[in-house]
């Protein structure tokens, strides 16, 4: 069974502070995988995937960045926390670009 | 500019067969349906997708208008635990990964 961790749980990082945000698939090799957050009250809006390791796709420019070391881990990241980037972020899987994704538990981020 | 309009809640009681409505009147004709739902402080739930047929599976009937502009989410015998905000999203075949989540439509399940 495939099974897909998000690490932190939740964080609390101060404004101008780095950030590194992780996912990790397990059980499923060359998934597509993709970084998603939300804020408070907002709609969720889909940030990045990737297709295969070293590939990222920019979907929103969030002052964010993400990269996909090895097949099964997914990361984003920033040099400097924004207030704005207070929310929620999750991480989804694919099989393929048709099919259905599958998310995360999510990671809560409170930027002060 | 949403391409699909939901109603922005529904109440049912449990038991009862649900059905989310669902317009995309400007739908391009190798776009996909999908439905997802998520409760609070979770991530989203697949629930189902089609493109011109009507498809079921262990959670829900997906019936598609025959011209596509519409398509209903029917989910049986609810429970306290479909309660969720339901999201119906278009994803244009070969694209399948941009996923635009709007505000979906929050179903009440009361007891």
């Known amino acids: 069974a495939q099974t897909i961790h998000q690490w932190p749980v939740a964080e609390i990082k101060a404004v101008g502070s780095p950030l590194s945000l992780g996912c990790t698939i397990k059980g499923k090799s060359s998934p597509n995988l993709y970084w998603y957050w939300q804020a408070t009250g907002g709609t969720l809006q889909q940030l990045f995937y990737?297709?295969?390791?070293?590939?990222v796709e920019s979907v929103v420019q969030l002052n964010l960045s993400a990269s996909r070391p090895k097949d099964d881990q997914f990361i984003l990241s920033t040099e400097k926390l924004l207030l704005s980037h207070s929310g929620f972020y999750l991480c989804?899987?694919?099989?393929?670009?048709?099919?259905?994704?599958?998310f995360g538990p999510g990671t809560r981020l409170t930027v002060l | 500019d949403a391409k699909t309009t939901q109603p922005d809640s529904m109440e049912s009681t449990e038991g009862e067969t649900v059905h989310l409505p669902c317009s995309h009147a400007t739908i391009s004709g190798n776009e996909y349906i999908y439905w997802y739902r998520q409760v609070p402080l979770q991530g989203p739930e697949y629930v189902t997708h089609g493109l011109q047929q009507n498809t079921t599976n262990s959670m829900a009937f997906l019936a598609i208008a025959s011209d596509r502009k519409s398509s209903t989410l029917i989910l049986p015998h609810v429970s306290l635990r479909d309660a969720a905000v339901y999201h119906c999203?278009?994803?244009?075949?070969?694209?399948?990964?941009?996923?635009?989540f709007g505000k979906g439509a929050k179903l009440t399940v009361s007891p």
């Open positions: 989804a899987w694919s099989l393929d670009r048709e099919g259905e994704q599958y």
């Open positions: 999203i278009l994803s244009p075949q070969g694209t399948g990964s941009k996923l635009s």
């Open positions: 990737s297709i295969t390791v070293g590939q």
